[in-house]
C-alpha cells in the first residue's frame, strides 16, 4: 500500500471543484491508496525539472501533482490539466541539510530571473562579507548559491521570497539588512516543527522530511483518515511550524506563556493543545476564553477537530465568571444572583469561588493530589483581559504539576482596563513568542499598528511587551478610509460596498460589519436589510475572524469617546480604545474598509 501525504493545497483545489467532479476524484484518490484494479496510477512528466514529479488523473480535465520515492506519495496539488503540467514542470523539490524539512523550489522562476540579476549586479554584492561555507551551514542551497552572489540590493532579496523556500529566504532576509549569523540561525530555527534534535539529515529521506514538516502535509494511511483531512478545514490539520512544536509538546514541566500578535494563531495552537492534552494528558481540561460567544465558536471548532467522542468530552470551553459561577453554585446549591438587589459582584462572586476551592482542594501551595483538583490541565486563551483574582481562581482549579497552564495572549489586544504580569500572582510562565501573522497580509498590519500605537505595553509579561519583529503574511489591498459628509450617506456608502463584495462572490458569513456603539450597530442591521452579514459591536469580534470586514462610524468623539479628565486615567483610557480599535482593524484577512461621517476619529490620523 502507498504511504499517501496530503498537501494544504489539495484539499482547497478538490473543495473548487463542483460536487459530481469532486466525488469522482475522491473515489479515484481512494482506489489509487488501495491499490485497486483501474486505480489511476502516476504518470512522468516531460522536461521536469525534478525527475520524482509526476501527475495523477483524478477526474476528466482534472489532475494531482505529486511528489514520489518509494512508496512515499506526496499530493501537492490538485489543478486542471494545463495547469497540473505546468506546475509539475517548473517545480523541484529537495530536504534541508540542517533542519531536514521539505523544500519546494519554482526551478523555472528562478531561471527566468537569473539574466535579470546579472544585468542589474553591481560592483559591490550584498553577500560579498559573508563566505560560502557560512551560508551553506545554513542550509542554502549549493545550486542556489550562484543566484545569492549576484544579489546586490536589499530589494533583490525582497523580490525572490515568492520563488524561494521560507527555511531559505527568511536566514538570506536577515543578512541581507545587516543581521548576524547567530540572528539568522534564530530565524532558521524557527522553521523546526519538532523540539527534538534533528541528527544527521537524510536528504533522500520524503517520508521523514514530510513527518518533520506539518505544514506541508498530512499522512492518511486508510480510506478514513484520507476522508477526514479532504473534508476537514485546513486550521483542522495543519500547522505552522512554530504553532505544531508549541501545541504538541509532549511535555512542559512549568506553565506556559506564548505572547503572539494579532493573527499569528493563538486561538488556533489554544485549541490544538486542548485536543492534544485531552489525548494525551492525564485528566480533564478547560479551555478558557473571553466571553460566551468566543466559548461557543470554541466549542464548535472541537467538535470538528476531535474525531472521537470520548476524548471530545475531556475537553470543556467556559470563561472565568462562568467558571466561578458554576463553583459557587455548586456549593451553595443554587445559582447565585447576579442582578437585583442581593446580587454579589463579579469581583466577589470571584472571590468566594477561589475561597470556596480552596477549602475542597487543600492548600494552593502543596497540591499533592491532583485529583482534588476539578481540571487537570488548563489552557487560557484571550489571557490579557482576565483579572488578577480570575488568575488566582484558574491557577487554584489545575494542580501545581507538568502541563498545568498554557496561556496564550497579546497585551496589545487587551479591551478591558486589566493589567497584571503572571508571574504577580503565582504563576512563573516560561515565556515562548509568535512573530508572524499568518491571516494579515502587511498592508492590513502595519495600517492596525500604526493605529493602536506600536509602543510597548504593560501586562502578562513582567515589565512591557513591544510589537517588535511582528510580521505579514503577502500583501493585500491598503485598507481603505472614506468620509462621507453624513451619516446617512456614510449608511448608503456601507451597503454598496457590501453589495459589492457579495456580487464578487464573497461568502455572507466571510463578512463582518462592526461599530463601536450599539446605536450604530442598530443602525447599520436597519440599513443592510436581509444581507445576511455578522453585524456587530467592535469587541464582539474578538478573537473571530473574516474574509472582509466594514467598520463604521469611526468618528470624532466616538472613537472615541470624551476621555476622563484626569491623566492618568486618560491615558489608559485612549489606549484601551485603540485596543478595541486595533482588534476589529486585524479580523480582516484580505479588505478592511472604515468609513466615518463628519470629522474622523484622531486614531485614524496616521
Known amino acids: 500500500m502507498p504511504r499517501l501525504a496530503i498537501g494544504p493545497d489539495f484539499p482547497r483545489g478538490l473543495s473548487a471543484l463542483a460536487p459530481p467532479e469532486r466525488a469522482i476524484a475522491v473515489n479515484a484518490l481512494r482506489r489509487f491508496l488501495l491499490t485497486e484494479n483501474g486505480a489511476p496510477h502516476p504518470e512522468r512528466v516531460r522536461g521536469a525539472r525534478d525527475a520524482r514529479v509526476a501527475t495523477l488523473r483524478l477526474a476528466q480535465g482534472q489532475r494531482g501533482v505529486l511528489v514520489r520515492q518509494r512508496e512515499v506519495y506526496w499530493l501537492r496539488a490538485l489543478l486542471p490539466d494545463p495547469e497540473a503540467w505546468s506546475f509539475a ?84 532576509a536577515v543578512l541581507g539588512r545587516g543581521g548576524s549569523m547567530s540572528e539568522a540561525w534564530r530565524e532558521l530555527d524557527g522553521c523546526r516543527a519538532l523540539d527534538d534534535d534533528t541528527g544527521r539529515v537524510d536528504r533522500d529521506d520524503l517520508h521523514a522530511a514530510l513527518v518533520r514538516s506539518p505544514d506541508r502535509a498530512v499522512f492518511a494511511a486508510d480510506t478514513d483518515e484520507l476522508d477526514r483531512v479532504l473534508t476537514a478545514p485546513d486550521w483542522c490539520t495543519f500547522l505552522h511550524p512554530p504553532q505544531h512544536r508549541l501545541a504538541k509538546a509532549a511535555r512542559y514541566d512549568h506553565p506556559v506563556l506564548v505572547i503572539g500578535g494579532a493573527g499569528t494563531g493563538k486561538t488556533l495552537l489554544a485549541l490544538h493543545r ?120 484558574l491557577r487554584a482549579a489545575v494542580p501545581h504539576a507538568p502541563d498545568d497552564l498554557f496561556v496564550v495572549g497579546d ?46 505595553t504593560d501586562g502578562l509579561v513582567k515589565g512591557l511587551a513591544a510589537m517588535f519583529g511582528l510580521r505579514g503574511n503577502g500583501h493585500a489591498q491598503r485598507p481603505r478610509v472614506l468620509a462621507y459628509d453624513t451619516f446617512e450617506a456614510e449608511l448608503a456608502g456601507l451597503v454598496t460596498t457590501v453589495r459589492s463584495w457579495l456580487e464578487e462572490g464573497v461568502a455572507a458569513g466571510q463578512i463582518a460589519v462592526a461599530a463601536r456603539t450599539m446605536k450604530l450597530v442598530r443602525a447599520a442591521k436597519r440599513a443592510l436589510g436581509g444581507l445576511n452579514v455578522a453585524v456587530a459591536p467592535f469587541h464582539h469580534l474578538k478573537g473571530l475572524e473574516f474574509e472582509r470586514v466594514a467598520l463604521i462610524g469611526v468618528t470624532e468623539g466616538v472613537v472615541p469617546e470624551t476621555p476622563p479628565a484626569d491623566p492618568a486615567a486618560r491615558a489608559r483610557a485612549l489606549q484601551r480604545e485603540r485596543s478595541v480599535l486595533y482588534v476589529a482593524c486585524t479580523r480582516a484577512r484580505s479588505m478592511l474598509y472604515i468609513s466615518h461621517s463628519g470629522r474622523g476619529s484622531p486614531f485614524l490620523s496616521l
Open 89 to 172: 514542470q517548473s517545480h523541484r523539490y529537495g530536504v534541508n541539510p540542517v533542519i531536514g524539512v521539505l523544500e519546494e523550489w519554482d526551478a523555472a522562476a528562478l531561471e527566468r530571473v537569473e539574466p535579470a540579476l546579472r544585468r542589474s549586479a553591481g560592483a559591490s554584492r550584498l553577500f560579498d562579507p559573508i563566505c560560502d561555507g557560512d551560508l551553506l551551514a545554513l542550509g542554502l542551497d549549493p545550486l542556489v548559491l550562484p543566484l545569492v552572489r549576484l544579489i546586490t540590493t536589499e530589494a533583490d532579496v525582497a523580490a525572490l521570497e515568492p520563488l524561494l523556500p521560507p527555511t531559505q529566504h527568511l536566514p538570506l
Open 411 to 456: 497585551p496589545h489586544q487587551r479591551v478591558t482596563d486589566t493589567r497584571v504580569s503572571l508571574s504577580s500572582v503565582g504563576i512563573p510562565a516560561v515565556q515562548h513568542a509568535l512573530h508572524v501573522s499568518y491571516r494579515l497580509p502587511e498592508e492590513i498590519l502595519a495600517f492596525g499598528v500604526r493605529l493602536r500605537g506600536g509602543g510597548p
Open 274 to 393: 486542548a485536543a492534544h492534552l485531552a489525548e494525551h494528558g492525564g485528566g480533564p481540561v478547560l479551555l478558557v476564553t473571553f466571553s460566551q460567544s468566543l466559548c461557543e465558536d470554541l466549542s464548535a471548532r472541537l467538535d470538528q477537530m476531535i474525531q472521537d467522542e470520548m476524548i471530545r468530552k475531556r475537553v470543556e470551553v467556559d470563561n472565568a465568571e462562568r467558571l466561578a459561577v458554576r463553583i459557587v453554585a455548586d456549593a451553595e446549591g443554587r445559582r447565585p444572583a447576579l442582578v437585583g438587589p442581593k446580587a454579589r459582584s463579579l469581583a466577589q462572586l470571584t472571590d468566594e469561588a477561589l475561597r470556596l476551592l480552596s477549602i475542597a482542594t487543600g492548600d494552593l501551595l502543596d497540591d499533592v493530589d491532583p485529583g482534588r483538583k476539578p481540571y487537570r490541565h488548563m489552557v487560557v486563551d484571550e489571557a490579557q483581559d482576565v483579572s488578577p483574582a480570575q488568575w488566582r481562581l
